[in-house]
T-cell receptor
Framework: SAVISQKPSRDICQRGTSLTIQCQVDSQVTMMFWYRQQPGQSLTLIATANQGSEATYESGFVIDKFPISRPNLTFSTLTVSNMSPEDSSIYLCSGFTGEGYGYTFGSGTRLTVV | GENVEQHPSTLSVQEGDSAVIKCTYS??????FPWYKQELGKRPQLIID?????GEKKDQRIAVTLNKTAKHFSLHITETQPEDSAVYFC????????????FGKGTKLSVIP
């Protein structure tokens, strides 16, 4: 199955600033997704990253706050913009490699906004 | 949209005993049901999955059963070991052929040596 490298692994940011998280896959993946996970809680889907077009956002998430890029089938970025302490969370990317292989997750980015 | 309920939220078992985690889903069109294990501070890892055309699937000490009529599926871990201690998440895809997943809230499994 695919291996996803995600960076940074953690960061502490000032409120009002932005952070871009990158995910690199070692092979082409059909679909890529971005999730948010509060410590001790489940995964919430932020958006589907579409290759070469605008991402598809879930209810409660907007492009201005979480712009996403996916220029090719192996790379995607998520930016958390104009951060506030409420954005403190773990952000994970995920790739779907095709039937029979399920979804693979990146190692996550632990974001703390102060 | 799809709603996935997972029970129990916490589960403690003695080493060697079996553990069962249950999930229900709401969208009858869902046809893919994976289970993930997440150890503290690590990424979720796929441990087993099942598709709607199969009623049961086994992989060594882990098995998953699916009841499409009742819209529920379960994870069974036999002969539990301390390294099975983790949070387990069930998930279901959002409609037939969809690649989006909705996750349950998770079950924290503790295996007591």
């Amino acid at each position: 199955s695919a291996v996803i490298s995600q960076k940074p692994s953690r960061d502490i940011c000032q409120r009002g600033t932005s952070l871009t998280i990158q995910c690199q896959v070692d092979s082409q993946v059909t679909m890529m997704f971005w999730y948010r996970q509060q410590p001790g809680q489940s995964l919430t889907l932020i958006a589907t990253a579409n290759q070469g077009s605008e991402a598809t956002y879930e209810s409660g998430f907007v492009i201005d706050k979480f712009p996403i890029s996916r220029p090719n089938l192996t790379f995607s970025t998520l930016t958390v913009s104009n951060m506030s302490p409420e954005d403190s969370s773990i952000y994970l990317c995920s790739g779907f490699t095709g039937e029979g292989y399920g979804y693979t997750f990146g190692s996550g980015t632990r974001l703390t906004v102060v | 949209g799809e709603n996935v309920e997972q029970h129990p939220s916490t589960l403690s078992v003695q080493e060697g005993d079996s553990a069962v985690i249950k999930c229900t889903y709401s969208d009858s069109a869902s046809n893919y049901f994976p289970w993930y294990k997440q150890e503290l501070g690590k990424r979720p890892q796929l441990i087993i999955d099942i598709r709607s055309n199969v009623g049961e699937k086994k992989d060594q000490r882990i098995a998953v059963t699916l009841n499409k009529t009742a819209k529920h599926f379960s994870l069974h871990i036999t002969e539990t070991q301390p390294e099975d201690s983790a949070v387990y998440f069930c998930a279901a895809n959002v409609g037939a052929g969809s690649y989006q997943l909705t996750f349950g809230k998770g079950t924290k499994l503790s295996v007591i040596p």
